[in-house]
């Protein structure tokens, strides 16, 4: 592919501060869609999976009886589930599959603030601003980046009514990552939860702004752990409606703080196998757990000092020795001869 070539990519991300619209929306449509320009294999992938679907249903009907419909759908949708399963593996072990082309951009630190200066422009339509919001927040994730205005600045479009909100909160989802403090992405939590999780909202605003603050608190888990009431508010949500989407929004939520650090969560909603889990946990398994949930602590337990294994032992001092060896110097004689103190043994008799 052309744009692999790292010239080809920084020339054209450089032409997203073009003066022309047209000519930005274009750099940024690049960013976002590079990787359409892909041979479209959904025709072959397609026949496949029916071919794959045909075979269960026949190994289903071997197996169990009753309408051939309804087998057929239900091999659809547990073949379904294990390729979604199977795409979550893979873009969690290959960032490169996510954004590519954003790995090639030079300085990205740099480039990032200067992208975030043109959303800020008050020139700048809102089109432009909506894809180039989008870009910078695939940027930040992907190069664990901190811009720390952003997630504050996307709150101003956190509304319900607003046009292209879903691409909004995505962004800001993008750009979340454990080196962010918590004090920068609580007020956009806060706003999420404000304007999307209230009695006031539907069932599917509650759904979007849930599915937002749990992939947020995933990937950043030490921001409600700050601000137990509020995660124990949202988690409330899978009890207080009835709506499938509603519910299982809200559970995620709270598996994410289950397997993380049980003890913010109440104990009703820690489960029967995590409350038996946590009668026989030691000091260390609460504080590991705890360290989980803590900004920094992850990364900084049990660190040292990089190649501090590599200083030879040759070369090393000892403190023993260099004691006996300045005793000795202390005993020595010393007499003046001229201008200088020299040994009483090298003096000639």
């Known amino acids: 592919r052309v744009w692999r070539d790292t010239a080809t990519v920084n020339a054209i991300a450089k032409a997203v501060f073009h003066k022309d619209s047209r000519m930005s929306e274009g750099a940024l449509h690049f960013l976002l869609d590079a990787d ?7 025709d072959e992938e397609g026949g496949r999976d029916m071919k794959e679907i045909q075979a269960a249903v026949i190994a289903d009907r071997q197996k169990r009886g009753g309408d051939e419909t309804k087998r057929k759908k239900r091999v659809e949708r547990n073949l379904a589930q294990l390729r979604r399963k199977q795409a979550e593996k893979e873009s969690g072990h290959n960032i490169a599959s996510y954004a590519p ?26 089109q432009t601003k909506a894809l180039a919001i ?29 046009d292209g909100v879903s691409r909004i909160l995505n962004a800001g989802v993008a750009a979340t990552h454990s080196e962010i403090p918590p004090d920068v992405l609580y007020p956009f939590i806060r706003c999420i939860a404000d304007e999307f999780v209230t009695d006031a909202a539907t069932d599917n605003g509650i759904t979007v702004g849930l599915a937002a ?16 009431d509020l995660l ?28 993380l650090d049980p003890n913010l969560l109440k104990s009703r909603d820690r489960g ?8 026989t946990m030691t000091e260390e398994e609460r504080a590991k757990a705890k360290a989980m949930t803590t900004f920094g602590a992850a990364k900084t337990a049990g660190a040292e000092i990089p190649g501090i294994n590599l200083v030879d032992d040759e070369d090393s001092v000892d403190l023993d020795e260099e ?5 000795d110097d202390d005993n020595v004689e010393f007499v003046v001869d001229g201008h200088e103190r020299v040994p009483k043994h090298l003096l000639k008799v």
Not at 101 to 126: G, N, P
Not at 213 to 228: F, K, Q, T
Not at 272 to 279: G, H, I, L, S, V
Not at 323 to 327: G, I, K, T, V
Request: proline share 3%; with cysteine; aromatic share 8%.
């Open 134 to 162: 989008e870009v910078l927040g695939n940027l930040l994730g992907v190069r664990e980046l901190l811009v720390p205005e952003f997630h504050s600045y996307l709150c101003r479009y956190v509304k319900r009514k607003q």
């Open 213 to 228: 603050i749990g992939e947020i608190s995933n990937r950043a888990p030490y921001v409600l752990a700050e601000h137990v």
């Open 272 to 279: 029967r196998e995590t409350n038996m889990r946590m009668k």
């Open 323 to 327: 004691d006996s060896s300045s005793e």
């Open 36 to 42: 359409a320009t892909a041979p479209d294999t959904s």
């Open 232 to 259: 124990q508010d949202l988690i409330s949500y899978k009890d207080a409606r009835k709506s499938k989407g509603v519910v299982s929004a809200a559970r995620r939520l709270m598996q994410v703080y289950r397997q």
């Open 101 to 126: 082309v954003l790995l090639e951009i030079h300085d990205a630190q740099q480039y990032a603030e200067r992208l975030f200066q043109l959303i800020r422009r008050r020139s700048t339509k809102f």
